[in-house]
């Protein structure tokens, strides 16, 4: 009794998470459409054996509450009628299928088999919404960079752009329907919480295309267990293993060959940089056999994802980078913005009359030799020669260069399914991505880049975790219970600076290099 207590108190305190399993209800009557009650209703998973009970009330009603994605055959049996059995029954996810059954009279020994599908409408609530099921998820070209988010744009009213294959950035999409805003939506994987409230709405994980089941889309009157956001919900569910052992293995990849160069670099005589892509990975699913020990089939399965990216992704930048003379304080060649000569002032030389100070420049605008601080010259000379040929003039870019950044994943998700019996079953998901992205280092030493500071210069390491736990019981027709336990996590490590430069080569005072922690 404690631990029904301790269960009990649980499904209360997580009753309000989004839920992503679909339902299957109807009305049960026979010829002369009367109500019959108690009536058995199961729900068969075609790939799983998976079966879902319940019985008719006094109205006829029934509801075979947190169904799984999936292909089921439904039965119908009465006494006095003959059995009914509906197939091919697609439940989607956070699907309502509305299934109204008319049994015929005669022995259940007896069986009527009915091969029309159920309709497509749902009409058993408001929510206004798509689902992309896997049929889509995995055959059409939403994106070349194959990210799963993408695949919301197949829904009416959706609008944006999604970044490459594992970008969690939504902050150009928009769900309309709801009054909705840019980067405001709602991500769920599995029914836990998939997005950052404090991050812009980012996404925290983003699972591998090919491990996806399908994909809801919510625009409008939606449940509100969904309502954390202003905008509209998108509730993924990933795959799980079946009866059979399924398997795929890919590579997508995009020849540096058969890429042209930028038009920044063409006009700036620069070559093309070694971009690539190439994606490769696997999946495998199917009921967990141990010989002689242990038959999973029918009761406990396993599905494994793995997959890993890697793109070079051409930069080019344009800056203004001191001259030769410039590094050694004469600015006498230099122009100012407005193409005029450039004037330098010697700080020593100020006067403060009231609350107006004045200076004086530096003789032809040369600073002597003598004033030139050495951490300063040494700085300066971290700083490419300028290789535009231009005018030497303050705000013009006189240097150019192209490079490659270095972006690499690795996405791994494991599922396990299991049922204890047709009234208990329980599911867990685990999964991690691992990105590092690696900054375009044109030089070493600068903290910024470029030198107006538009741009830094950093290795990005970040780590995604998501987890997931489910367990449903039925305790009877009338009463079933879900307890669902979940989170997501995001860490973020930036690496800025020097990148290892040794600071004797700045000149630094020999306090500063004694106590230094790290070089860079």
């Given at each position: ?18 839920e992503f399993r679909g339902k299957i209800l109807g009305v049960v009557t026979d010829p002369a459409s009367a109500a019959v ?71 259940i020994e007896q069986s009527v088999t009915v091969t029309a599908a159920p309709p497509l409408l749902n009409l058993a609530g ?220 010697d700080p020593s030389t100020t006067v403060v009359t009231g609350n107006r100070a004045e200076r004086q420049p530096f003789a ?157």
């Amino acid at each position: 009794m404690m631990r029904l207590a301790i269960w009990l108190s649980l499904l209360s305190a997580l009753a309000p998470a989004q839920e992503f399993r679909g339902k299957i209800l109807g009305v049960v009557t026979d010829p002369a459409s009367a109500a019959v009650a108690g009536v058995k209703l199961r729900a068969v998973n075609q790939d799983t054996g998976a079966i879902l009970e319940t019985i008719s009330n006094d109205t006829g009603s029934y509801l075979i509450p947190f169904v799984l994605p999936g292909s089921y055959t439904v039965y119908a049996e009465g006494s006095g009628f003959k059995r009914s059995e509906w197939s091919g029954v697609r439940v989607l996810t956070n699907a309502e299928v509305t299934l109204n059954i008319r049994l015929e009279l005669g022995a259940i020994e007896q069986s009527v088999t009915v091969t029309a599908a159920p309709p497509l409408l749902n009409l058993a609530g408001a929510d206004l919404g798509q689902v992309v099921d896997k049929r889509y998820v995995s055959t059409v070209a939403i994106a070349l960079t194959r990210n799963v988010v993408a695949t919301a744009r197949l829904a009416p009213g959706v609008t944006g752009k999604i970044g490459t294959f594992s970008s969690n950035d939504q902050t150009e999409v928009s769900l309309s329907g709801g009054g909705s805003t840019q980067a405001r939506n709602e991500f769920t994987l599995d029914g836990i919480p998939n997005t950052v409230p404090q991050g812009g709405g980012n996404i925290v994980y983003v699972p591998a295309l090919d491990s996806v089941e399908d994909v809801k889309v919510h625009t409008t009157l939606f449940d509100a267990s969904f309502g954390h956001s202003n905008g509209g919900a998108v509730n993924i569910t990933t795959k799980g293993g079946t009866n059979e052992f399924h398997g795929t293995g890919y590579i997508y990849k995009r020849w540096a060959a058969l890429d042209a160069n930028s038009w920044i670099n063409n006009r700036l005589g620069l070559g093309k940089p070694a971009v690539s892509y190439r994606q490769t990975g696997f999946n495998i699913g199917g009921p967990i056999l141990v010989p002689r020990l242990y038959n999973g089939r029918n009761r406990t399965f396993f599905f494994f994802a793995r997959e890993d990216d890697k793109l070079a992704n051409q930069v080019s930048r344009q800056s203004r980078v001191p001259t030769e003379q410039e590094r050694n304080g004469d600015f006498s060649q230099t122009l100012s913005r407005t193409n005029t000569p450039f004037a330098i002032y010697d700080p020593s030389t100020t006067v403060v009359t009231g609350n107006r100070a004045e200076r004086q420049p530096f003789a032809g605008n040369r600073i002597p030799t003598s004033r030139l601080d050495p951490t300063g010259v040494a700085v300066l000379k971290a700083y490419p020669l300028p290789n535009l040929q231009v005018p030497v003039q303050i705000g013009r870019f006189n240097w150019a260069d192209s490079g490659v950044s270095d972006t690499k994943n690795h996405n791994t998700n494991l599922r396990i399914d299991h049922q204890f019996s047709d009234r208990h079953r329980v599911f867990g998901r685990f999964s991690r991505l691992f990105r590092d992205q690696g900054a375009v280092v044109f030089f070493p030493g600068p903290n910024d880049f470029p030198i107006d500071g538009t741009d830094a210069i950093a290795d990005i390491s970040r780590k995604f975790n998501s987890f997931a736990f489910d367990d449903t019981l039925v305790f009877s027709p009338a009463f079933v219970g879900s307890g669902r336990y979940g989170f997501s996590r995001r860490t973020q490590e930036t690496q800025r600076g020097a990148y290892g430069l040794d600071g004797s080569a700045l000149s630094l005072p020999p306090a500063i290099l004694a106590n230094q922690r790290f070089q860079g």
